[in-house]
């Protein structure tokens, strides 16, 4: 069956540009995430969609990150003004209810670099 | 907070050859703890996940264990293979807080 998938999948912008990325979950599953890798980093969280709940927010690094989910399904992250330092691989999850003890699964990501 | 590492960072091993990877955690009230496997340009692929009620996980070729007192947990894998190579993350989750990633060891296995 259709997994995560992200797009696009790789995207080249100019420093103070604003990016739109977007996830497709899979289908069906309730919660949604969105996650950073830096070079040399880990991941790291940036939001959490589950159901109609407000969202985790807790991981977005500044107020030029944010993310919608529309009709609790796709969702889109927006980075306004980009920076050198946003360059980075984004990729989103999904999982059936957002359980702690669920599986999450993981789309191929978007690799953003901000020249 | 949630802290993960991993070591080492890298590792290379000959085909054939059984290996074990390392991960620790700092916060031992730990719901799960999840192992995955990143190919280059790639995102993730579940490999594992061990609840905190239990010690180990199976799959094939793959043994994960945790010990909660002591936080850390293992993945090993049995008579590697160059299909193998891969970069492998461990993350965990605790409270209401989402997965915390370790930075992962690239593992390449040489034929």
């Known amino acids: 069956g259709a997994g995560v998938s992200q797009s696009p999948s790789n995207k080249v912008t100019e420093k103070g540009k604003d990016v739109e990325l977007r996830c497709d979950p899979i289908?069906?599953?309730?919660?949604l995430y969105w996650y950073r890798q830096s070079l040399g980093q880990g991941l790291e969280f940036l939001i959490y969609f589950q159901g109609n709940s407000a969202p985790d927010k807790s991981g977005l690094p500044s107020d030029r990150f944010s993310a919608e989910r529309t009709g609790g399904s796709v969702s889109t992250l927006t980075i306004q003004r980009t920076q050198q330092e946003d360059s980075a691989v984004y990729l989103c999850?999904?999982?059936?209810?957002?359980?702690?003890?669920?599986?999450?699964?993981f789309g191929p990501g978007t690799r953003l670099l901000v020249l | 907070k949630q802290e993960v590492t991993q070591i080492p960072a890298a590792l290379s091993v000959p085909e054939g050859e059984n290996l074990v990877l390392n991960c620790s955690f700092t916060d031992s009230a730990i719901y799960n703890l999840q192992w995955f496997r990143q190919d280059p340009g790639k995102g993730l692929t579940s490999l594992l996940l061990?609840?905190?009620?239990?010690r180990e996980q199976t799959s094939g070729r793959l043994n994960a264990s945790l010990d909660k007192s002591s936080g850390r947990s293992t993945l090993y894998i049995a008579a590697s293979q160059p299909g193998d190579s891969a970069t492998y993350l461990c993350?965990?989750?605790?409270?209401?807080?989402?997965?915390?990633f370790g930075k992962g060891t690239r593992l390449s296995v040489i034929a």
């Open positions: 061990i609840q905190s009620s239990q």
């Open positions: 999850a999904s999982s059936t209810s957002g359980a702690l003890l669920e599986t999450q699964y």
């Open positions: 289908s069906g599953h309730t919660a």
């Open positions: 993350a965990g989750c605790s409270g209401n807080t989402p997965l915390v």
